[in-house]
């Protein structure tokens, strides 16, 4: 075991936004990007950086989610970071984390989680930057041509070289931005990001190149961005010719439960029930279908169903398990995965499952690309929800691996 000198510095990583106009299906710093979140990115590049206190500030009810990003992606450093509690704002989420920082520390860094793809030597050139009196702000220059406009009419330019794009991490002096972020608070006033706060307070702030990787990912088209940038990182850094990385095997497990009284016929495992009562859902309420994906995705660090197939995907209502299954394999080829097998059980008192296994088994194989499925049904003996005849509740768990190929690339 390797150890750390205690640091005299900190990055605090700002990962408790919900990510409204990114509509993943959850905060957006736990998105993913390909096989990993926004936040395990962000993380990989802090954690490539030169050593420092990381304090990872996760939205309420998610701080379990970002302790295993953090013990991911920390290696032998995980002793250097923890996780705390985020609040209502951003403001208030920064200062969570400034209460969390070592009494060494003398120098912070306040980085935004969705700049998931910053490079470390910009995090370092940042650190290297800040002195005892100034804040440091990566910067890029604004390309596009600007105007000012007044309701529908153009009324001039705007000298463009004047201005620049802020990114983060900005740097600052750890008592300087403490004091300001007291003074913040004491007179009310919301910032749009640290280095103004810290300006605010009186306080200079220089301006350092930043990279065009730190772009901050809060659209669909963003985050597509970032995994192309990603899909074209990899074969660089894949291993020499003639040689594969060690395999890696993954397990994912998923639920799935839905309520009787759908319109329509049962669909189930992929098969169509015509004397069966129906399963309302947003597609066709096939529950083990959507639980497999689930396990799939979890395995594979994808996010779940809803991000994927959810209600903000209108082309998939009414789609059978056939299309969802088949998209989960895309998606899990594109990082790298392959499908193991997959076992599924549900509850429920109808249908009666035995006499279709194997066409069940069949179908949802085939949809998989040929990996082995194996379904299994059981009752609760007349208790709970499912023992009332209201719904069915199905449980799945996958394996996946990944032969070290880049992702994407057949052999």
């Known amino acids: 075991m390797t150890l750390i000198p205690v640091p005299d510095t900190a990055i605090i990583v700002v990962a408790a936004g919900s990510g409204t106009r990114l509509d993943g299906g959850a905060p957006k710093a736990f998105v993913g990007i390909d096989a990993h979140s926004i936040l395990h990115h962000a993380l990989d590049g802090v954690f490539a950086a030169a050593p420092a206190q990381v304090v990872v500030v996760a939205p309420a009810g998610f701080e379990g989610d970002a302790e295993t990003e953090l013990r991911e992606a920390a290696g032998d450093r995980v002793d250097l970071g923890r996780v705390v509690t985020g609040g209502d704002t951003r403001q208030q989420s920064v200062a969570a984390g400034l209460a969390a920082l070592w009494g060494d520390v003398r120098t912070v860094l306040v980085h935004d989680a969705a700049r998931a793809l910053t490079p470390p030597e910009v995090i370092d050139a940042v650190r290297d930057a800040v002195d005892a009196d100034t804040g440091i702000l990566p910067t890029l220059p604004v390309v596009d041509t600007l105007k000012r406009v007044d309701g529908d009419a153009v009324v001039g330019p705007i000298d463009r070289s004047e201005l620049a794009a802020a990114q983060t991490p900005q740097g600052f002096p750890r008592a300087l ?4 972020y007291e ?23 220089r301006h350092i190149t930043g990279s065009a990787r730190g772009f901050k990912i809060t659209t669909p088209a963003d985050l597509e961005r970032a995994r192309h940038l990603l899909a074209e990182a990899r074969p660089a850094s894949a ?3 003639g040689r594969r990385a060690s395999p ?33 859902g947003h597609s066709d309420g096939d529950a083990v279908a959507h639980a497999i994906v689930d396990a799939l995705l979890g395995a594979a660090g994808l996010g779940d169903i809803g991000e994927h197939f959810g209600t903000a995907h209108p082309e998939y209502a009414g789609a059978h398990a056939a299309v969802f299954l088949a998209r989960t394999r895309e998606l899990l080829a594109d990082a790298g995965f392959e499908i193991g097998n997959v076992s599924a059980q549900f509850q429920g008192n109808r249908p009666r499952f035995s006499a279709r296994r194997a066409e069940a088994e069949e179908v949802l194989s085939a949809a998989l690309g040929g990996a082995p499925v194996s379904i299994t049904a059981t009752t609760t003996d007349g208790l709970g929800f499912i023992g009332r005849g209201e719904g069915i509740s199905v ?17």
Do not use: N
């Open 183 to 205: 003074r913040a608070f004491a007179d009310g006033i919301e910032y749009t990001d640290d280095a103004a706060l810290f300006a605010a307070a009186g306080h200079p702030v």
């Open 395 to 411: 449980t799945a768990i996958a394996m996946i691996h990944s032969d070290g190929r880049p992702a994407g690339k057949e052999s």
């Open 239 to 241: 291993p020499a010719a």
């Open 177 to 180: 931005l403490e004091r300001a």
């Open 248 to 280: 890696v095997s993954r397990v994912g497990i998923g639920t799935d439960v839905h309520a009787f009284g759908g319109e329509g016929h049962l669909w189930l495992a992929g098969l169509e029930w015509p004397d069966e009562q129906p399963l309302s």
